[in-house]
């Protein structure tokens, strides 16, 4: 099986232009691509999970990645996905996050040796001048054209300001600055992505008379509704102090049935051919898959180490058996007291198993929260410094969110 052939089989793809071109270039290890990664927080998170496994895939077939960091787009903000306009950043909170990416990335995709390259539109974006910009890149983007891409459509009805329109010719010209530097003739993205990415091929070939190649990602976590990667308290981010080993193993081992062997084929390096015999599996044999993808990819992104104290600490409390060692803790001290109390909601909202008080209010109400396995319907329910002292305070939102209050006087 080819390397493109096998990217098909695990659903990875969703679109392509030129497709035998592509397919000469991934399977002869030719592709010099580009993923961009839009600054917005200090963390990636599962959103970006999926496209961190395909740079490490293709660079294994000897294909060259690079991770094209938005600190210029950043600055303007992608309108695709969105409803409203995204919070403009300063360059030195820009600048933070995309250190913070470039750590976690390098657990994914190898920097030495010029096997891999990160860059940061940043360093051409920022220095660009209007009037060449105008009189250079626009006269080949139909302004009727660009007013049909799916990006816009879902901002036209409120407002698309004339910032985010731009955001289509900046990551055009993204590609066009990539393909001149560093001879990178292909660009991966996301479904949502398809239209600044078109708009990219187009600018090389109408300005330089050369080919360059798009491919859109089958993204999992991003065209279902983007209803994968988040939790109960926001988004799955791989940043261990961000979502502990503990949760991020949790929330892979809690998939649903109908997305599990997806989630095989697509995140983790297993053969697919132990994966297609996984797909014959049915009842509680579905739990054993999820255990292999949960630990395959907390693997992945914390280590092995991290993986098997996430495992062996899932294991014990589907089990009943109270090993609590490894459970995500939140430590409270006399400043969270008031009046030498805590209520049970702020607990919840603390311990991030709701994102809001009325969140948590609602999760008690509809007998949702046990304290150390009693089930609580009370919300004016509070606790003392003694009952976290007195034994393991242990709070469980649904079925399989678990949480452990530590004190400290």
Same mark, same amino acid.
């Given at each position: 099986m080819t390397l493109y052939d096998e990217l098909t089989a695990r659903g990875l793809i969703a679109q392509v232009t030129d497709e035998p071109e592509i397919k000469e270039l991934v399977n002869n290890g030719k592709a010099i691509f580009y993923i961009g990664f839009d600054p917005t927080a200090d963390s990636l998170h599962a959103g970006h999970f999926m496209a961190l496994c395909l740079m490490?895939?293709?660079?294994?077939?000897g294909n060259k990645p690079i991770a094209l960091i938005g600190g210029g787009t950043g600055m303007i903000g992608d309108p695709s996905g969105r409803t409203d306009m995204r919070q403009m950043m300063t360059p030195e909170t820009i600048q933070h996050n995309c250190d913070?990416?470039?750590?976690?990335?390098?657990?994914? @995709?190898?920097?030495?040796d010029d096997k891999a390259l990160m860059v940061n539109n940043a360093d051409w974006l920022?220095?660009?001048n209007y009037i060449d910009v105008?009189?250079?890149?626009?006269?080949?983007?139909?302004?009727?054209?660009?007013?049909?891409?799916?990006?816009?459509?879902?901002?036209m009805e409120k407002g698309l300001s004339f910032l985010e329109f731009n955001y289509m010719i900046m990551?055009?010209?993204?590609?066009?600055t990539l393909f001149q530097k560093y001879g990178c003739n292909m660009q991966f993205g996301g479904d949502d992505q398809w239209s600044n990415m078109l708009g990219g091929t187009e600018l090389i070939?109408?300005?330089?008379?050369?080919d360059a190649y798009a491919m859109t990602i089958n993204l999992l976590l991003n065209s279902e509704g983007k209803k994968m990667g988040k939790t109960s308290s926001g988004a799955l981010w791989l940043d261990a102090n961000k979502t502990s080993p503990f949760d991020f193993y949790q929330y892979w081992r809690n998939v649903a049935d109908a997305d599990v062997l997806k989630c095989l084929r697509m995140l983790t390096f297993l053969p697919l051919e132990q994966i297609d015999e996984m797909d014959k599996w049915e009842g509680s044999k579905l739990n054993t898959a999820k255990e292999i993808l949960a630990y395959e990819l907390t693997n992945l992104v914390h280590g092995e180490e991290e993986a098997k104290k996430a495992q062996s600490g899932a294991r014990a409390l589907f089990?009943?058996?109270?090993? #609590?060692?490894?459970?995500?803790?939140?430590?409270? #001290?006399?400043?969270?007291?008031?009046d030498g109390s805590i209520d049970l909601i702020s607990l919840l909202v603390k311990s991030g198993l709701v994102k809001s008080r009325s969140e948590g209010r609602r999760a008690i109400e509809q007998g949702g929260v046990t304290v150390?396995?009693?089930? @609580?319907?009370? @919300?004016k329910t509070s606790y003392t410094s003694d009952d976290f002292t007195a034994t393991e305070f242990i709070i469980k939102r649904g079925k399989k969110n678990f949480h452990k209050i530590l004190y400290k006087s």
């Amino acid at each position: 099986m080819t390397l493109y052939d096998e990217l098909t089989a695990r659903g990875l793809i969703a679109q392509v232009t030129d497709e035998p071109e592509i397919k000469e270039l991934v399977n002869n290890g030719k592709a010099i691509f580009y993923i961009g990664f839009d600054p917005t927080a200090d963390s990636l998170h599962a959103g970006h999970f999926m496209a961190l496994c395909l740079m490490k895939r293709l660079q294994m077939g000897g294909n060259k990645p690079i991770a094209l960091i938005g600190g210029g787009t950043g600055m303007i903000g992608d309108p695709s996905g969105r409803t409203d306009m995204r919070q403009m950043m300063t360059p030195e909170t820009i600048q933070h996050n995309c250190d913070c990416f470039k750590r976690q990335m390098s657990r994914f @995709i190898d920097f030495a040796d010029d096997k891999a390259l990160m860059v940061n539109n940043a360093d051409w974006l920022l220095d660009l001048n209007y009037i060449d910009v105008l009189r250079d890149i626009g006269p080949h983007f139909s302004v009727n054209r660009m007013l049909t891409a799916e990006c816009y459509k879902q901002r036209m009805e409120k407002g698309l300001s004339f910032l985010e329109f731009n955001y289509m010719i900046m990551q055009s010209f993204d590609f066009y600055t990539l393909f001149q530097k560093y001879g990178c003739n292909m660009q991966f993205g996301g479904d949502d992505q398809w239209s600044n990415m078109l708009g990219g091929t187009e600018l090389i070939r109408r300005k330089l008379g050369k080919d360059a190649y798009a491919m859109t990602i089958n993204l999992l976590l991003n065209s279902e509704g983007k209803k994968m990667g988040k939790t109960s308290s926001g988004a799955l981010w791989l940043d261990a102090n961000k979502t502990s080993p503990f949760d991020f193993y949790q929330y892979w081992r809690n998939v649903a049935d109908a997305d599990v062997l997806k989630c095989l084929r697509m995140l983790t390096f297993l053969p697919l051919e132990q994966i297609d015999e996984m797909d014959k599996w049915e009842g509680s044999k579905l739990n054993t898959a999820k255990e292999i993808l949960a630990y395959e990819l907390t693997n992945l992104v914390h280590g092995e180490e991290e993986a098997k104290k996430a495992q062996s600490g899932a294991r014990a409390l589907f089990s009943g058996a109270g090993n #609590t060692e490894h459970m995500p803790a939140t430590e409270l #001290t006399d400043h969270d007291l008031t009046d030498g109390s805590i209520d049970l909601i702020s607990l919840l909202v603390k311990s991030g198993l709701v994102k809001s008080r009325s969140e948590g209010r609602r999760a008690i109400e509809q007998g949702g929260v046990t304290v150390n396995n009693e089930k @609580i319907s009370d @919300i004016k329910t509070s606790y003392t410094s003694d009952d976290f002292t007195a034994t393991e305070f242990i709070i469980k939102r649904g079925k399989k969110n678990f949480h452990k209050i530590l004190y400290k006087s």
